[in-house]
Every structure is written in structure tokens, then in C-alpha cells.
Antibody, heavy 121, light 108 residues
């Protein structure tokens, strides 16, 4: 059974850092690009970052470029999102997601349940 | 950046009626358009990809149409479980991957 389970969310103050993890199982982790999508409370979906299966290629939304870093550890089948210099506008549920059902990175057809990050003083 | 605009923001429909949701792209995205359904407290679920192909397990009452810049999602006969928020997303020209602002389908 395919599972992606996010963890690492919580309450932090502006300017602090947090690292999210997404533990994957049930599929060959290194064969799939992975993506983080976030959703601020009561708002729509926002793409954050994506990474290739081999970890070589990474992409970021302008809103997080230079502050967030996506990475993956194939030996642990885990995706990460290192978030530095956090701002109030980063408050959101962060979803780990991927395309399992076909070629290419998109569209996303599998989502985790999300982890909430709250940035507030 | 391709801007995705959904209309209306809210659609009030009675169970059993037809619902038509619209999505417009600021430039052509060919048929690289997906629709997602999201219920409160849940992750999004893929309904349609390639503008018109239903994802695995999606009922036939959901249909997608369009190409280029104009797209529609039609729910032919609304069931109680279909009341939710629907998002379109383009994956033709990325980064960034972009979503529409969503259409909430509510019970009339």
C-alpha cells in the first residue's frame, strides 16, 4: 500500500527554521519526482517545490526561493523541506505529493494528509 | 507565470442538478489541465487530467472539457458527496505549477 506521511510541523516564531519530513512507502521512492504543496488556512493551493527522483533537479516557487530547500534521502525513502527565515505568510498545511500513475511529474495523483506549520510570535 | 482563474467562486446547486465550473488560463496550456476536489480537512483528490481524462475511480458524472485557455468541469447530477471545493491546475508551463483560486460547490 502506498503511503506518504508528513511530519515536523508545529508552531515557530518568525525568523526561525523548521524541517518537514515525508516518509514514503509502498513504491520505489527513487523513481518518482516529489512535490510540496501548501495551503494557508481557508485559502487555496500553492505549489512550493519539486525535486526529481534522483534529487538532481529542484524547483521552487518565488515566494520561498532562497529560504526553503527541498531534498530527499533514498536510503530512508524520505523527502524533506528545510524552511528557514519563516514568515507569517508561510503558515499553512504542507502536503507531500507525487504523480504515481503515469509518466512525468504532473499532475499530482497522490497526496499525504499534510502537516500544519504555524508561524507566529 | 500562467495565471489560472476560476469562476464562479461559489456555486449553489441542488442535489441532482448539473454543475458547470469554469477555469481560464492566462496563456495556452494545451490540454495540460487537471481538476481536483477537496473536502474540509482532507487532501485534494485528482478528478480529471489531460483536460478530459477521468482519474482512476472517478465516477462518470464528472467530465472535463476544453483546451488552450478555456476549460470546464461538469458534474452531471450532483450527489451529496460532491459538495466540496474544486481547483484547476495547469502543468504545461512550469515552474511555477499554478492552481486556480477554487470554486466552492454548496448545497442550494
Amino acid at each position: 500500500e502506498v503511503q506518504v506521511l508528513e511530519s515536523g510541523g508545529g508552531l515557530v516564531q518568525p525568523g526561525e527554521s523548521l524541517r518537514l519530513s515525508c516518509a514514503a512507502s509502498g513504491f520505489t521512492f527513487s523513481s518518482y519526482a516529489m512535490t510540496w504543496v501548501r495551503q494557508a488556512p481557508g485559502k487555496g493551493l500553492e505549489w512550493v517545490s519539486s525535486i526529481s527522483g534522483n534529487g538532481v533537479s529542484t524547483y521552487y516557487a518565488d515566494s520561498v526561493k532562497g529560504r526553503f530547500a527541498i531534498s530527499r534521502d533514498t536510503s530512508k525513502s524520505t523527502l524533506y523541506l528545510q524552511m528557514n527565515n519563516l514568515r507569517g505568510e508561510d503558515t499553512a498545511v504542507y502536503y507531500c505529493a507525487l504523480r504515481l500513475g503515469g509518466n512525468g511529474w504532473f499532475p499530482i495523483d497522490y497526496w499525504g494528509q499534510g502537516t500544519l506549520v504555524t508561524v507566529s510570535s | 507565470e500562467v495565471v489560472m482563474t476560476q469562476s464562479p467562486a461559489t456555486l449553489s446547486v441542488s442535489p441532482g442538478e448539473r454543475a458547470t465550473l469554469s477555469c481560464r488560463a492566462s496563456q495556452s496550456v494545451s490540454s495540460d489541465l487537471a481538476w481536483y476536489q477537496q473536502k474540509p480537512g482532507q487532501a485534494p483528490r485528482l478528478l480529471i487530467y489531460g483536460a478530459s481524462t477521468r482519474a482512476t475511480g472517478i465516477p462518470a458524472r464528472f467530465s472535463g472539457n476544453g483546451s488552450g485557455t478555456e476549460f470546464t468541469l461538469t458534474i452531471s447530477s450532483l450527489q451529496s458527496e460532491d459538495f466540496a471545493v474544486y481547483y484547476c491546475q495547469q502543468y504545461n508551463n512550469w515552474p511555477p505549477l499554478t492552481f486556480g483560486g477554487g470554486t466552492k460547490v454548496e448545497i442550494k
